[in-house]
């Protein structure tokens, strides 16, 4: 059986349970899912049709190796549906197209040296239209908007506090002023924690129920997902790894505090440390490779202090693994990874005597916007998020919005036809 959850209504709860059963196992039969979600043939039946009806559900052929009539089995129709997933950044925006099964369908990056609100709005505006053009998807088939940024942010309301590292940049209500820009209701959520749930969703963080999720970026970010759930927190900004305090005497943070982790391990701290050329990614890729001794000591430094804060959460959490993902190449978060994993081993405090596992979840420039790309898609599909991510203005499920966008355009609902995969 699934577990049980909190949804907007029974109806909508059980439509959740059955997509949820058909994602977590790929193709699957109607008599299986009725067997794992203890509901009725007839229900699970019902269900189904609406789901094939709506684009959401395809049947994909009989099952091969039973004994008498094979039956038809299901699969999520990826192309049923798409998000575009924005990520506002300190250096610039980065959008993507992505449809049901996380394949990235067009991605585009708006570079812009500490945006002011004004400016960010503006290109995160041209960036919306720009996605939908390349992509030519109908507005019928849009699922819905993400956009994620750095914190602090007001998930509830939408708003960016004032966050360390940027001026010019308190109380702005940006989710309200996006979504009057594109006409369209934007889902609003924290970088690092879209990127958690990007990581839970489609990549390595799948098969860990409990897991850290350390976002290395311009600042440090992480999630916390338990018992398969993001941890939210009461103020909603839980994960804020960066702001850990792991020398007590140690330098400013744009926070207030002295000695975060964010001041030692960024890419904000590597840029103060060994100059601004190493904000180029590539560059920074081909020394890790080469073993350029200066990078690999700062490496190595940083993740010396990573392991102080990791192994603090991960004796607190008890968790599983511990996966590292954000903006540099998939070549440098290897290195933090393994270098972090080799500071916290001999600190660890457990039971078990291994504990948690060091992985590598999606790395680049992209990852964060995907994150971004997946909140309509959680609020749609997931049992465990649906009253937990940040709802756009108008309180409806994404699957909703799209029905009635597609009553009021006749024949758009028909098929994906205007979405083609690059
Ligand atoms: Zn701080």
New binding site residues.
Partial sequence: MLGIMPARNTRDFNRRLVLQAIRMNERIARADIARLTGLTAPAVSNIVGDLIADGFVQEIGRASGRAGQPAIELSIKSDGACTIGLHLDHDGCTGVVVDLSGQVLAAQERPMPSPSPETALSALTGLFHALIEETGVPLSRLLGVGLVTFGPIDTAYGVVRRP?LTSGWEDVPLRRQLSNAVGYPVYFDNNATAAASAEHWYGIGRTYRDFLYVSFGHGLGGGVFTDGRLHRGAARNAGEL??VIVEPEGLP?????HG?L??RASLFALKRDLGDEWGDMDRLAAAVVEGEPRVMAWLDGAAGWLAQAVVSAANLLDTQAIIFGGRPPEPVLQVVAQRTEAHARSRFLRGDATGPRFLVGQSGARVPALGAAILPIYDAFALASAPRVTMPADNKTPLRRMARRRRRTPGAGTAASGIRAR
């Fill in positions: 360390p960066g702001h943070c744009g926070c207030g505090a975060c964010e001041t």
